[in-house]
C-alpha cells in the first residue's frame, strides 16, 4: 500500500470512527429510499467522499443519486445532485461529484492502487490498508458503552447521559459497537501448512463468520480517506469534491 499511496503522510493522520448507519433486510428499502438517505447524511456531515460497492443494488442507488429531487425523511426535497466523476458530469451540469463507485476503472482507486488485474486484488488492497492502520494504531474507535459507565471519578459520565442521548445517536454507537464485533470474525484463510490462501492473481482469500456489512462499510470508508488524501498530496481537489465537470 506505501508505494501505491505514494507518500507517506497518511501516517500523520488518525482515523475515527463516529458514525455508523445501516439499513436491514426488514425494511425493504428500496434503491430510491437509500439514495434519500445517503443524501440525508452528505447534508448533515458533508462528505468528501462516498464509497458505495457497485454490486447489490449498488449500481441502481447510483442512477438515484443523481437525481435533483430526493425523498428525504418522506418529503420530496431539491438537493445537488450526487455522482461519481467518471459519469456523473455527464449526467448534470451541475452536482457534487464525490461518490466512488468501489471498482477498477475509477480515477481515485486507479490513482491509489494502480495496475491492479482484479477486482479481489482490489478487496486485497483495502483490507491490507486497514490492517496496516490498525497494527499502527490509526484507526480508531470510540470507548464501549458498557466500559463509559462504568468509569469513575474525574473520567466520569454525567449522569444519565446515556439516556439523553438522541435515539440516532444511541443506535450509531450501538453499529459502531456491531462493526468491531464483526471485524473479529474476518480473517484471511490459509492453508494446512499455515501459509496464506491465495487467488491466482496473488490476493488473499479472506472469509468471515456471521455478518460483514458493516466491516464492508468501513473499508470503503478507509478507501475514500486514502483517495481524498492521495488527491490533496497531488494538488489535485482533494478537500473538495467540487461543482460542474472537474474531475482526476
Not at 426488514?26 to 458505495?52: K, P, T
Not at 482490489?122 to 459507565?149: I, M, Q, S, T
Amino acid at each position: 500500500m506505501g508505494e501505491a499511496a505514494g507518500s507517506q503522510l497518511w501516517t500523520d493522520w488518525w482515523f475515527d470512527v463516529v458514525y455508523a448507519r445501516r439499513l436491514t433486510f426488514r425494511e425493504r428499502a428500496s434503491a430510491r429510499q437509500y439514495a434519500g438517505l445517503i443524501h440525508w447524511v452528505d447534508r448533515r456531515f458533508n462528505c468528501e467522499r462516498i464509497v458505495m460497492d457497485p454490486n447489490g443494488g449498488g449500481t441502481f442507488v447510483k442512477r438515484e443519486l443523481i437525481g435533483e429531487t430526493q425523498l428525504i425523511n418522506g418529503v420530496e426535497t431539491q438537493v445537488v445532485p450526487i455522482g461519481d466523476r467518471v459519469d456523473g458530469p455527464t449526467k448534470v451540469v451541475r452536482g457534487k461529484f464525490n461518490l466512488i463507485m468501489f471498482k477498477r476503472g475509477d480515477p481515485g482507486l486507479d490513482e491509489l492502487w494502480p495496475g491492479l488485474a482484479g477486482d479481489e486484488q482490489l478487496n486485497d488492497a483495502v483490507y491490507c490498508a486497514v490492517k496496516e492502520a490498525l497494527e499502527l494504531e490509526k484507526l480508531r474507535f470510540p470507548p464501549p458503552v458498557a466500559e463509559l459507565r462504568a468509569r469513575e471519578g474525574p473520567m466520569a459520565q454525567p449522569e444519565g447521559w446515556w439516556e439523553r442521548l438522541p435515539e440516532e445517536a444511541q443506535w450509531a454507537y450501538r453499529n459502531v459497537e456491531a462493526l468491531q464485533e464483526q471485524m473479529l470474525g474476518l480473517m484471511a484463510a490459509t492453508k494446512e501448512d499455515g501459509t496464506y490462501q491465495l487467488t491466482k492473481r496473488g490476493a488473499h482469500v479472506f472469509t468471515s463468520v456471521g455478518k460483514k456489512d458493516l466491516v464492508s462499510g468501513l473499508l470503503y470508508a478507509y478507501a475514500g480517506f486514502l483517495v481524498w488524501l492521495r488527491a490533496g498530496e497531488a494538488g489535485l481537489p482533494g478537500g473538495d469534491a467540487g461543482d460542474g465537470g472537474q474531475g482526476w
